[in-house]
């Protein structure tokens, strides 16, 4: 995969898997069933899951598997399924550990101005993914780009829109945050999934508008080079993030109809 222009002529690129790891196997599972429904539509897929998630509603709330054990299963789905991967880091001291396993580092949203994380990740010269905090104008991520950019090995920069939030318990998705994305020179990215949140609505954790999914990405196709999806084959049982996890059984068809949107859209860029 192009790296620096991840997405092709016929497609949009795809990051998606589970919020958290649960298990090697299961994300093992997933990255094989998640290769495959990309590769029937000609996506490039990058894979992604976290070793932990240290931003939860609860201290209880499930946080994932330790680093080691995380990123090793990580480094075995990209060698064995020969796919790229991607995970979050959360502090400068992981951001070489996870370098040396996966191709993309992910910058959570509400760590996207934390300087000092921002050029570790850079340092490495892994492809950096920014996530636009809840609470960050658009334009504004042209700050996080250029920290990132400014290390001597910066590899690519990616920005990803995750909504903002809209009082409390709730996000919106305002699409005049996507020109404003684009103006940073980088792949924009729309984090479907994230974005239907509902922080804190279910007291200890947070919940989501499942079925408003395929509404924004359809909007989003309009507009964006990638896709950012967090996928569960039962997310009533998800141990992070169920309530706006993207069905499995649902996903390849929701595809096909952004690819024609996607298609259709390009056009006129």
């Known amino acids: 995969?192009?790296?620096?222009?991840?997405?092709?002529?016929?497609?949009?690129?795809?990051?998606?898997?589970?919020?958290?790891?649960?298990?090697?196997?299961?994300?093992?599972?997933?990255?094989?069933?998640?290769?495959?429904?990309?590769?029937?539509?000609?996506?490039?897929?990058?894979?992604?899951?976290?070793?932990?998630?240290?931003?939860?509603?609860?201290?209880?709330?499930?946080?994932?598997?330790?680093?080691?054990?995380?990123?090793?299963?990580?480094?075995?789905?990209?060698?064995?399924?020969?796919?790229?991967?991607?995970?979050?880091?959360?502090?400068?001291?992981?951001?070489?550990?996870?370098?040396?396993?996966?191709?993309?580092?992910?910058?959570?949203?509400?760590?996207?101005?934390?300087?000092?994380?921002?050029?570790?990740?850079a340092a490495t010269g892994k492809a950096v993914n920014i996530k636009k905090g809840q609470f960050l104008a658009p334009w504004d991520m042209c700050h996080a780009v250029e920290k990132v950019k400014s290390a001597p090995q910066a590899g690519p920069v990616w920005v990803t829109e995750r909504g903002s939030s809209f009082g409390y318990g709730n996000l919106v998705v305002d699409f005049q945050s996507f020109p404003h994305l684009r103006k940073t020179g980088c792949p924009v990215i729309f984090d479907a999934t994230h974005s239907v949140q509902k922080p804190g609505a279910l007291g200890n954790a947070t919940g989501g508008a499942r079925e408003m999914i395929p509404t924004l990405a359809r909007a989003a196709a309009t507009c964006v080079d990638g896709f950012f999806f967090e996928v569960h084959e039962e997310p009533e049982k998800a141990l992070s993030d169920g309530p706006n996890a993207m069905r499995l059984s649902e996903f390849g068809p929701l595809l096909d109809e952004l690819l024609v949107i996607w298609r259709m859209c390009r056009q006129f860029q």
Request: proline letters at 4%; glycine letters at 4%.
């Open 1 to 121: 995969m192009n790296f620096h222009t991840p997405f092709t002529e016929q497609s949009f690129f795809l990051v998606a898997g589970p919020c958290v790891m649960e298990s090697r196997e299961h994300a093992i599972g997933l990255a094989r069933e998640l290769k495959a429904i990309a590769e029937q539509r000609s996506i490039p897929f990058i894979f992604k899951a976290s070793f932990d998630k240290a931003n939860r509603t609860s201290l209880s709330s499930y946080r994932g598997v330790n680093i080691a054990e995380g990123l090793d299963a990580l480094a075995e789905i990209r060698s064995s399924l020969n796919i790229p991967v991607l995970t979050d880091v959360h502090e400068t001291q992981q951001c070489l550990l996870a370098a040396a396993a996966v191709d993309v580092l992910q910058i959570p949203a509400f760590l996207c101005r934390q300087t000092d994380l921002l050029l570790a990740a």
